[in-house]
């Protein structure tokens, strides 16, 4: 195969089902997490909080906290300067407030101690004088032109004059002529719906241990999506250069994109600065849902109209997101996908961005889609009851497909959406016939994909076996799907591949394990650093042979001569080359690096069976399939883990998982017990079926799989439940009380 | 001459124009020109944005080529999680 070809290959080992390489270390405890790091005169970090939702810090009086036995450092806002930069900017305001207090647990100083008793008291002995002021939680009441104000000055110039202070982003996507559309539609549906902020519900908290020398060269532990990011960000906050700050990302207890920044981590450089000493910082699970992102909430409309035969002949949606108390920009991404798995003559969608008072909101599972497409599938459930269509045969007949103008702009190439439908269709849970009390929900899902900065580095070590170093913490699997991959292209066994996680010192920069990226593009320049090794050996092996470098082809693990013009040589293995290479030129590496695109957009399509107590509002999963387009499975059970990860993240989604404020804009369930995320005994197995539809952008086909999984399952459930009771449901989450309070509503 | 597609709350800084033509050959040509003919469209060039070449999606990706012929659409920069 030539070394630069992309496209269709017999596999000898991607796609089979090898085992994991971090399995031992994490079921023996073995494994190094964010907060299993020490150091010799380590200090405890700890970080005091604002108890209010919204308040003005008058002054900060340290003095008794400093002077407490065992105390080394306390910082406040004024440590921090202010970047230039506004994103960097906001995340160094929202790590350390400096003159408001925008939620409640916003961190407002810090101190680091010899014990963590010394620490608690000295928090305790920091004196905060607020001045308490109006706050506003709600996405539509924080949109009115009288509402509190949460930051002055914020909107951005996309923003029409007019609107209220909060308002800081506006967009619009679409084509086509709307009217035109609707009045061709037989039957019109309008509703409004909402969704509630969730955790991305990581088992791990953030935690991080920071030193910072005299001559100011810093290193950083930490559990994060990117270590780079990290480094860049703290750089950036604390103005100091990125050589002089290493950072190296622990195992990662999940992350789902909430650890796609930083909350602690510039805090606990800071007090190492001041202290002299290595700190520790580790959350506890109130800091973790009080002070680290939650997803947005969101207020939408849709409105979409059909045909009697099921052709949808517009849509419409107007998207109100609200990201917390900064301003964000993910109703760009909701308002692109609301409509992206319909091909349609005339489709708009119009976002706006709306502050808070709210913990900063941080990306989660295709950030803004699971909300946006819950809106859109729920009213194309309620237009199929209406007509009495099935809800598979319309989204059969209205799918994207090759050629489909997007609703957000592109032409669609190879897309996976038809053939996801139609397994769906063909598969035996749709076909089985539901007992009485059961009713089941379909639902499509999109998510965009993309590549990004990535560099990898492929050693091939003298006793034949191969190192390669990549800069992504593994999320998801990564390190195994990235050894099989190098070992397919080298043509060596799997287990002679080891894939390690470079710190930032060690390795070129590579974005954040975010976008369903890594598989593809790391995988992508895995490949690419073994070819760039193959075609070292194979020049080695020319001289050997005295032949051109053309004239020797590699195959099977080993280099052969092109063909019979090139001569008659016996092939030499990876390993015969490897064992002589400080003698044929010295050691052997390949490395590549690339801001990786084609990524390909992903398409996923659920069903889901359950039943609902009518008497309680419980709902109950029966059970539950994904279909999903993956290019091609490297390996398949991290493959099904992430579809299965992603629906269940999405039941708990439609089901229980809220944010919940008092009318002091306080969260009143910062905690696993109020904050009811699924567990294995709520739910069936998860089926999967994975389909392969090629990606043309990677060398084995390869398309991104984490997020997509988690769009689906918000409209599935909701359709589900609607069918079951008979009520349409317009708000997310789908709690028992709720679900009771719209049953007893429809009976009047 | 490339024709650029522009996401709908651009187009009051381009005269209610969703599509506009440029002089270019590259991925940073569209958007330097862009930017020169509308002034209004640059402060959001400047924080970011994504292009779909042909269906193809890139994030700064400055000397990706673009076909006289070519589908470009300027798009709203991809974050994921």
């Given amino acids: 195969m030539a070394l630069d070809s992309h496209g269709k290959r017999e596999f000898k080992q991607i796609g089979t089902r090898v085992a994991r390489p971090d399995g031992i270390d994490k079921v023996t405890g073995r494994a190094l997490y964010g907060a299993d790091m020490s150091a010799p005169g380590m200090l405890v970090g700890r970080i005091l909080r604002s108890p209010h939702a919204h308040a003005r810090i008058l002054r900060i009086d340290t003095s008794e906290a400093e002077a407490i036995p065992g105390v080394k450092a306390v910082v406040t806002g004024a440590d921090f300067s202010i970047p230039d930069d506004a994103a960097l900017a906001d995340i160094s305001v929202n790590v350390m407030a400096r003159t408001k207090a925008l939620y409640d647990g916003h961190a407002v100083a810090a101190v680091a101690a010899t014990s963590a008793q010394a620490a608690k008291a000295a928090l305790k002995a920091i004196k905060v004088e607020y001045e308490v002021l109006p706050h506003v939680t709600d996405v539509d009441a924080a949109m009115a032109p009288d509402a509190p104000v949460v930051q002055k000055g914020r909107s951005l110039e996309s923003v029409p004059a007019g609107m209220g202070a909060n308002v800081t982003h506006h967009c619009e996507f679409g084509h086509g002529d709307l009217e035109a559309g609707f009045a061709r539609a037989d039957k019109i549906v309008e509703r409004s719906f909402k969704t509630a902020a969730t955790h991305q519900g990581y088992i791990e908290p953030h935690a991080c241990l920071a030193t910072m020398n005299g001559d100011g060269r810093a290193d950083l532990w930490c559990c994060t999506q990117g270590q780079y990011m990290v480094r860049t960000v703290c750089a950036g906050v604390l103005g100091i250069e990125a050589s002089q700050l290493r950072v190296t990302a622990s195992e990662i207890g999940g992350g789902f994109g909430g650890k796609t920044t930083v909350f602690i981590e510039p805090v606990a450089l800071m007090l190492a600065k001041k202290s002299g000493k290595p700190v520790k910082i580790v959350m506890t699970r109130d800091e973790v849902f009080k002070a680290t992102g939650p997803t947005v909430s969101t207020s939408i409309d849709v409105k979409i109209g059909m045909t009697k035969a099921g052709r949808i002949t517009a849509g419409a949606a107007t998207l109100r997101y609200s990201g917390g108390a900064f301003p964000n920009t993910t109703v760009d991404m909701g308002a692109q996908a609301a409509f992206a798995a319909y091909d349609l003559d005339a489709v708009r969608t119009v976002g706006w961005n709306i502050l808070t008072n709210r913990p900063k909101e941080s990306a989660y599972r295709a950030p803004g889609a699971p909300q946006a497409i819950y809106a859109v599938e729920s009213v194309v459930d309620e237009l199929c009851l209406a007509l009495n269509l099935d809800p598979l045969d319309v989204r059969i007949l209205n799918a994207a497909r090759k050629g489909t103008k997007s609703s957000y702009g592109p032409t669609f190439d190879d897309i996976g959406l038809l053939a996801t439908l139609e397994a769906a269709k063909a598969h035996p849970h749709y076909n089985t016939p539901l007992k009485p009390g059961q009713s089941r929900g379909v639902s499509c899902g999109f998510w965009f994909n993309f590549g990004g900065n990535t560099c990898v580095s492929l050693n091939i070590n003298t006793d034949g076996t191969v190192g390669v170093t990549e800069g992504n913490p593994d999320i998801g699997g990564s390190r195994a799907s990235i050894s099989l991959m190098a070992a397919e292209e080298l043509g060596v066994p799997y287990d002679k591949v080891r894939t390690i996680i470079a710190d930032t010192a060690s390795l070129g920069y590579n974005d954040v394990t975010d976008g369903s990226r890594v598989t593809f593009a790391v995988g992508l320049a895995t490949i690419k650093a073994a070819r760039d090794a193959i075609k070292k050996m194979c020049g080695r092996v020319a001289k050997i042979w005295g032949i051109d470098e053309d004239a020797v082809e590699w195959r099977d693990g080993a280099a052969h001569p092109a063909g019979p013009n090139a001569g008659k040589f016996p092939p030499m293995t990876l390993e015969e080359i490897a064992a002589i290479s400080f003698e044929t030129g010295g050691p052997i590496a390949g490395h590549y690096e690339v801001n990786a695109d084609g990524a390909g957009v992903s398409f996923g399509v659920h069903l889901c069976d359950l039943e609902v107590d009518k008497e309680t509002g419980q709902t109950t999963i029966l059970r539950y399939t994904v279909f999903q387009d993956a290019g091609k499975a490297v390996h398949p059970d991290y493959v099904e883990g992430q579809m299965q990860g992603g629906a269940v993240q999405g039941i708990g989604w439609a089901l229980n998982e809220e944010y919940i404020y008092g009318a002091d804009g306080r969260l009143l369930n910062a905690g696993f017990l109020d904050y009811r995320i699924p567990v294995a005994s709520d739910l069936p197995k998860i089926d999967t079926q994975i389909l392969e539809i090629p990606n043309p952008g990677h060398p084995y086909g390869v398309r991104g799989v984490g997020e997509t999984g988690i769009v689906p399952p918000l409209a599935a459930v909701s359709n589900a439940v609607s069918r079951a009771i008979d009520v349409r449901m317009h708000e997310l989450p789908m709690s028992p009380p709720r679900v009771l309070k719209a049953i007893k509503a429809a009976r009047g | ?81």
């Fill in chain 2, 1 to 81: 001459m490339v024709k650029v597609l522009l996401w709908g709350s651009l187009r009051t800084h381009t005269d209610g124009q969703a599509e506009v033509e440029v002089e270019a050959r590259t991925f940073k040509e569209v958007l330097d020109r862009l930017a020169e003919a509308y002034p209004g469209l640059r402060p959001q060039i400047e924080r970011g944005v994504s292009m779909a070449i042909d269906g193809r999606i890139y994030r700064e990706a400055w000397f990706t080529e673009i076909k006289p012929d070519s589908e470009v659409v300027v798009m709203p920069y991809m974050t994921g999680g």
